[in-house]
């Protein structure tokens, strides 16, 4: 069974470059929103000190471990037709996988980047301090030292992203050739029997989140 999911994957089928595609490309785009927002809030909980810190630090730790399929429903409540962001139109598309999917990784790319400057020695900024810097200046530097943690942070969220389903089904509806994804196909493949094609797909899941992961830390050591 594995060496046929091993022809599969190696078959060139356009079917299997289409999904790992798109998935590629709404996972990534996913990540690229988180980022954009997520950084920024990490920054300022890592540098900053400020009355309740502590229980925002605190929740973003706690939604880590959010199901993904309960969110999944409370997004598909708040965009279908009758939801308050029905007017959107933007549920079983890929633009509603991707901001579902954003929302999911955020607290992951939060944590990751608050850990990461909190994880730099304290005396950094004030040697920059000594020798000069501005405030500004010193976070920045702060900020060039962990920078290997945002890039962690970077990749970890895509890995989240690219592997959930519970967002991916009930925002996407696994409709083909449309939201159609890696994690939605291998659950459909798998209900209907089609075990072989399931573990190909798997196969190729799996690759691209070990391949990301090894690059990752093949980078920290090489900072190291």
């Known amino acids: 069974m594995l060496i046929e999911a091993l022809e599969l994957v190696f078959s060139g089928d356009p079917t299997f470059l289409e999904i790992t595609t798109r998935s590629i490309l709404i996972s990534g785009t996913a990540t690229l929103l988180s980022a954009l927002w997520g950084a920024p809030i990490g920054m300022i909980l890592g540098l900053k000190k400020f009355r309740g810190k502590t229980l925002l630090k605190s929740l973003f730790n706690a939604l880590l471990g959010i199901p993904t399929v309960a969110l999944g429903l409370i997004l598909y409540l708040f965009l279908s037709r009758s ?130 992961t090894l690059s990752i830390n093949l980078i920290q050591r090489l900072r190291t």
């Open 83 to 212: 939801g308050p962001l029905g007017f959107l139109e933007i549920l079983y598309t890929p633009v509603g996988i991707i901001i579902g999917q954003s929302i999911l990784i955020t607290p992951i790319t939060v944590s990751f980047v608050t850990s990461a400057i909190e994880s730099v020695d304290p005396e950094i900024r004030d040697l920059a301090r000594t020798l000069g810097a501005s405030e500004t200046r010193a976070s920045i530097t702060v900020l060039g030292e962990s920078s290997s943690g945002f890039l962690l942070a970077i990749i970890a969220s895509f890995n989240r992203a690219i592997a959930e389903l519970g967002v991916a089904l009930m925002i996407g509806g696994n409709i083909k050739g449309i939201t159609r994804v890696l994690t939605t196909t291998i659950a459909l493949e798998t209900t209907r029997g089609e075990v072989v094609l399931a573990i190909a797909l798997a196969i190729i899941l799996l690759t691209l989140v070990s391949v990301l």
